[in-house]
């Protein structure tokens, strides 16, 4: 491959259209002035502001400069770039810009004319409000970076680029406020996300997947938004955000457990509302762990445990039921997952009456035909309902997974299996790293002066640079980072 460009207009083009004869969207076209000169501009309409290029190619018709130097100052163009290098030249006509070759003087010239189809900016349909600001993410991320730096107006913040994927040649940003992030986690990050090898990127999922801590955790150890604002709290806490192009998701690193029961509601209404209503999603997320497993447990081997009158009750209801316990929670967990599932993948129009429908219909028809009884119906509907209470849907997923392990032990063991599998995720959890990190700060290891956001949404008032979880005032030791991971190439 030559890499240097001549001062030969056709010379040069002959060189780019072999470089990218590959691709039947590329246009090239040749200009003759009145002045008699010539300039050559290759381009893909797709890519390009048509707009801004009729206008541009209008006036060059006009009368095109008689040298490169009167182009470059001429304001035709608003954006040019001088560059001999054909690898260069190539690169930038397939990430949307136009190419203009000009044979006197200098080479080629780079137009950042590029405009890339978008949609608009709307309110993300996985973390809605009622009160908050209606701005999402889109899929461009010079988009997404000009909304963090609307909320984040300071010479601090800092943005890193990268290109990842040998054929997508993904741009991957890493934004933070320099002072407040932690030195040692900003390196850590760098460092992990420079490694990823892999022959593309399509969205900020796959950065996510070379990086993190556990990736055979059930929880995850980063934190995924497609909210602007949360975002910039995030920044302002000390993470770092890593944002790729045609992705409208974020990711936020460190991320820990107390996190998954923050919502971007609890900072926008009252302290002491917010404080209740986080309470009510720390007690939902043990009855979607435990409620399950809990009721096969005291059913099948404690049912001196039951009040008389309810255990009377429970009996009637499963007397005709031929399956145990075990067995009744089972089929309900899997068919209550198999609508939720089936509620996604269907349109919208239809999905949430086909999940609800479902669930009425297979329910009532289910206990008619005893199969299952009425009691193990209502414990699957609580569980299901608790389930969406929880904030972060990866969070919920890997509860909602753990269910099925927990109704096992329950059935093999009783409260005993239970307790054994209640510590197993304890351990597990205390176990957990993001980014050096424990999963599980401020309360193990216990940090007192973190603590005013975790059990309580402190008022606003009383946050303050020494509440930062993650900023440079609270060192964290990093590890070595993870091993790179495999050339998919």
């Known amino acids: 491959m030559v890499s240097n460009l001549s001062n030969d207009m056709e010379t040069n083009r002959s060189l780019l259209e072999r470089e990218l004869s590959n691709r039947a969207d590329i246009v090239s076209r040749e200009l003759s002035g009145a002045n008699g000169r010539k300039i050559c501009v290759l381009y893909a309409p797709g890519t390009v502001d048509r707009i801004l290029l009729g206008h541009c190619l209008t006036r060059l018709a006009e009368a095109i400069p008689d040298s490169a130097a009167e182009l470059r100052r001429s304001e035709t163009f608003s954006k040019l770039m001088y560059t001999d290098n054909l690898d260069e030249l190539t690169q930038s006509v397939l990430t949307g810009k136009a190419a203009l070759l000009f044979g006197s003087g200098e080479a080629a010239f780079i137009a950042g004319i590029e405009s890339w189809p978008a949609r608009s900016i709307q309110e993300p349909d996985a973390e809605p409000l009622v009160r908050g600001p209606r701005e999402g993410f889109v899929e461009q991320l010079d988009t997404n970076l000009a909304m963090i730096s609307n909320r ?96 409208p998701t974020a990711l936020l690193a460190p991320f820990t457990f107390w996190g998954a029961i923050q919502s971007a509601q609890d900072y926008y209404e009252r302290w002491i509302v917010s404080t209740f209503v986080r309470w009510i999603r720390l007690a939902f997320m043990a009855i979607t762990l435990f409620l399950p497993s809990i009721y096969v447990a005291i059913s099948t081997f404690h049912p001196e445990m039951i009040p008389t009158n309810l255990l009377v009750s429970i009996a009637g209801a499963r007397e005709a039921n031929p399956f145990p316990a075990f067995v009744e929670a089972l089929l309900m967990e899997i068919s209550f997952e198999a609508l939720r599932e089936a509620g996604v993948r269907l349109p919208k129009q239809v999905g ?63 409260l005993y299996g239970i307790a054994i599998g209640f510590l197993a995720i304890l351990i597990h959890l205390s176990s957990l790293r993001s980014f050096g990190v424990a999963y599980l700060y401020p309360v193990a290891p216990l940090s007192p002066h973190s603590l005013n956001d975790v059990f309580i949404r402190a008022p606003h008032w009383a946050f303050s640079r020494r509440s930062r979880p993650f900023d440079r005032r609270n060192p964290v030791r990093v590890p070595g980072g993870q091993k790179p991971r495999p050339d998919r190439s």
Do not use: W
């Open 152 to 247: 984040l107006r300071t010479q601090d913040l800092k943005m890193e680029m990268l290109l990842i994927g040998k054929y997508t040649q993904t741009e991957v940003a890493l934004v933070y406020i320099n002072g407040v992030a932690s030195e040692s986690i900003v390196q850590e990050v760098r460092e992990r996300v420079s490694r990823i090898r892999i022959d593309g990127i399509i969205d900020s999922s796959y950065v996510e997947a070379f990086i993190e801590d556990e990736p055979y955790s059930p929880f995850p150890t980063i934190q995924n938004t497609e909210r602007p604002d949360v975002t910039a709290a995030g920044l302002l806490e000390g993470r770092v955000a890593i944002l790729s192009q045609g992705s």
């Open 352 to 414: 949430a009456a086909v999940s609800i429908v479902g669930a009425l219909v297979i329910g009532q028809a289910a206990v008619e035909a005893g199969i299952v009884s009425t009691p193990m119906v209502i414990v699957v509907a609580i569980t299901g309902i608790a389930s969406f209470t929880i904030p972060r849907f990866n969070f919920s997923f890997g509860l909602r997974l753990l269910r099925f392990p927990m109704m096992f032990l329950a059935g093999a063991f009783g």
